[in-house]
T-cell receptor
Framework: EAQVTQNPRYLITVTGKKLTVTCSQN?????MSWYRQDPGLGLRQIYY???????DKGDVPEGYKVSRKEKRNFPLILESPSPNQTSLYFC???????????FGQGTRLTVV | GQNIDQPTEMTATEGAIVQINCTYQ??????LFWYQQHAGEAPTFLSY????GLEEKGRFSSFLSRSKGYSYLLLKELQMKDSASYLC????????????FGSGTRLQVQP
């Protein structure tokens, strides 16, 4: 089954404690991206990757890092989380950036 | 700049037809998507328009006018399960090939 898998689904952490949210897709897609979704603001792109070892900033990259060492995986790293990063996060993949995107189930992160 | 506008909320009756509008302003345009998102779940693809006109897919249709920066999603024969948020997303930046989303329209279908 074609899917994008994120883990964990829910996470509560404390300010400053590094965390990683994993994302994996099994569709051999080149393009992967991370979004955060906040009430009234919609989905905003954090980082994206057009292929292995090719990553770049989206609209709201501050406080986040990513890596793309393999085509299927695109982890999101918060080196020092802060409360304003409390949000619902989605990973997405597509064959190319401007084609249909498949989204993971979401990760609800709370930073206290 | 980038600007995508959708109504925040809409209410409709089961069995009826509802039209959700989306307007956008952009210097570059490479297509418009509609996604459905149930509360707490991932967005799922509904439609894609890149040329002017109407695309029909079952109970859902999507229309695009590039000259007016306008699209709508038409839902017919509404069912209770259609209660969800509907997200309009535009591909604005050909280099980044990113989707830029509107804030979404929350549709409540009532019996």
């Amino acid at each position: 089954e074609a899917q994008v898998t994120q883990n964990p689904r829910y996470l509560i952490t404390v300010t400053g404690k590094k965390l990683t949210v994993t994302c994996s897709q099994n569709m051999n897609h080149e393009y992967m991206s991370w979004y955060r979704q906040d009430p009234g603001l919609g989905l905003r792109q954090i980082y994206y990757s057009m292929n292995v070892e090719v990553t770049d900033k989206g609209d709201v990259p501050e406080g986040y890092k990513v890596s793309r060492k393999e085509k299927r995986n695109f982890p999101l790293i918060l080196e020092s989380p802060s409360p304003n990063q409390t949000s619902l996060y989605f990973c997405a993949s597509s064959l190319m950036g401007a084609t249909e995107a498949f989204f993971g189930q979401g990760t609800r992160l709370t930073v206290v | 700049g980038q600007n995508i506008d959708q109504p925040t909320e809409m209410t409709a009756t089961e069995g009826a037809i509802v039209q959700i509008n989306c307007t956008y302003q952009t210097s570059g345009f490479n297509g418009l998507f509609w996604y459905q998102q149930h509360a707490g779940e991932a967005p799922t693809f509904l439609s894609y328009n890149v040329l002017d006109g109407l695309e029909e897919k079952g109970r859902f249709s999507s229309f695009l006018s590039r000259s007016k920066g306008y699209s709508y999603l038409l839902l017919k024969e509404l069912q209770m399960k259609d209660s969800a948020s509907y997200l309009c997303a535009v591909v604005m930046d050909t280099g980044r090939r990113a989707l830029t989303f509107g804030s979404g329209t929350r549709l409540q279908v009532q019996p």
